[in-house]
């Protein structure tokens, strides 16, 4: 069973005030046309009757009301005729456009304007007299008027709703863009973090296993000496990064990032820590002397050489680990590899994390990475990492 459509309250309201002015103006002889005698003088009541009623289908069924409006109106013109219905009419025809369909609401103006030319067109043809005009006038006031300011409206209201969800889709992708920002920024933070830290913490973890494990005086005081070294060293990495943090001012100079021009001294001094596990480090440098590359490359390549160092402390076999560098068509080539197979002593435990941030890192430049275990030339088994990152040589903007 269909419900009938629960009119709005502006429906009512305008139904009632047009039904009850209607009715006062008719009680009082106020018509629109002079008497007619065919017809009683209560028949103009009918087409305001219907006109009400239709009032309250204003927003449910427009194009009803429009339809059944125009002939209600139309009939007003052969009684007497009332004000009230012409103009609960004009508020039909205008309801038509803005709460009607989209094709009715281009159509209705359009139709209205050319009925209205039409009119004035045939009013002056049959009167011949220039008071002719004003039924043209009359016309465009009861249809064409209310029509057109309906579909001014609707595109107004329109234009609002596109700006709206414009406003809200940029809004939307801000939020999507500084989400992305943080999680990117944390990434980075994390990478950090590990490859400052990492280096540091798991020699102090394999010296101090080593020094619990083995009841020397003179092994436990060497040991105890690396773990106190490293001990300071990431106190002092985690010391500068936690003061780049909080500081907010922009006064602070940015701390130097790691470059290869570093690599001596991270070789020397894991060579330090790594000098009781049979492990021997090896620095092999083919890159052209003098030669700069961007920072983002150099950082990368640091990092992923210390990360492999570290993981070499952790798990190699006693052999040699060997760094190598090289820098040829535009491409830098960064290699460790070391002896891969059961290692015997203390070791640090793993989480993978390291391995992750250097396919990241490796990522971000648009570079490759490969690392696991491949056979070396005299068939020995090895562990192997080697990243190739593309690389413009910079030297000519340090020169």
């Known amino acids: 069973?269909?419900?009938?459509?629960?009119?709005?309250?502006?429906?009512v309201l305008l139904a009632v005030i047009g039904l009850l002015g209607g009715v006062l103006l008719w009680g009082l002889g106020l018509h629109t046309s002079a008497v007619r005698d065919l017809l009683p003088s209560w028949v103009?009541?009918?087409?305001?009757?219907?006109?009400s009623f239709l009032e309250l289908l204003r927003r449910s069924c427009p194009r009803t009301a429009l339809l059944a409006s125009t002939v209600a109106v139309i009939a007003n013109e052969f009684t007497d005729g009332n004000l009230a219905t012409i103009l609960m009419y004009t508020d039909l025809m205008y309801a038509a456009v803005v709460y009607g369909t989209p094709g009715a609401a281009r159509r209705i103006p359009v139709i209205t304007g050319?009925?209205?030319?039409?009119?004035?067109?045939?009013?002056?043809?049959w009167l011949r007299r220039p008071e002719a005009l004003l039924i043209g006038v009359v016309t465009g006031l009861v249809s064409f008027g209310p029509a057109l300011t309906g579909a001014t409206l609707r595109n107004h209201r329109?234009?609002?709703?596109a700006a709206r969800l414009r406003a809200e889709q940029t809004a939307l992708l801000a939020e999507i863009?500084?989400?992305?920002?943080?999680?990117?920024?944390?990434?980075?933070m994390a990478r950090e973090l590990h490859d400052m830290v990492a280096n540091n913490l798991s020699a102090i973890a394999i010296h101090s296993t080593a020094a619990l494990s083995i009841d020397e005086p003179g092994a436990s005081a060497e040991a105890l000496a690396v773990i106190r070294e490293n001990s300071v060293q990431g106190l002092s990495e985690m010391r500068r990064l936690i003061?780049?943090?909080?500081?907010?001012?922009?006064?602070?100079?940015?701390?130097?990032?790691?470059?290869?021009?570093?690599?001596?001294a991270l070789v020397a001094q894991v060579r330090t820590v790594g000098?009781?596990?049979?492990?021997?480090?090896?620095?092999?440098?083919?890159?052209?002397?003098?030669?700069?590359?961007p920072a983002p490359v150099e950082m990368a390549a640091y990092r992923i050489v210390q990360e492999s160092l570290t993981?070499?402390?952790?798990?190699?076999?006693?052999?040699?680990?060997?760094?190598?560098?090289?820098?040829?068509?535009?491409t830098l080539t960064v290699g460790v590899s070391s002896a891969y197979g059961d290692r015997p002593g203390p070791r640090a435990p793993g989480s993978g994390a390291g391995l992750v941030g250097m396919r990241e890192r490796v990522t971000l430049l648009d570079g490759t990475l490969e690392a696991g275990p491949v056979t070396a030339a005299d068939g020995t088994k090895i562990w192997q990492v080697r990243a190739r990152l593309p690389a413009e040589d910079d030297t000519e903007l340090y020169a």
């Not at 069973?1 to 309250?9: A, E, G, L, S, V």
């Not at 050319?114 to 002056?124: D, F, G, P, R, S």
Request: hydrophobic share 45%; charged share 20%; aromatic share 2%.
């Open 1 to 11: 069973m269909t419900r009938f459509p629960r009119p709005h309250r502006v429906g």
């Open 44 to 51: 103009t009541l009918v087409p305001l009757a219907v006109m």
């Open 114 to 125: 050319l009925i209205t030319v039409a009119m004035t067109i045939a009013a002056l043809a």
């Open 158 to 161: 329109q234009a609002a709703e």
């Open 177 to 188: 863009d500084r989400a992305q920002a943080v999680t990117a920024e944390r990434s980075r």
């Open 243 to 264: 003061g780049l943090l909080r500081d907010t001012s922009g006064d602070q100079e940015p701390a130097v990032a790691p470059s290869l021009d570093g690599l001596d």
């Open 275 to 293: 000098a009781d596990s049979g492990l021997v480090f090896v620095l092999d440098d083919t890159r052209a002397p003098g030669v700069r590359l």
């Open 311 to 330: 993981n070499a402390l952790k798990h190699a076999s006693p052999g040699p680990v060997t760094v190598t560098l090289a820098h040829r068509d535009h």
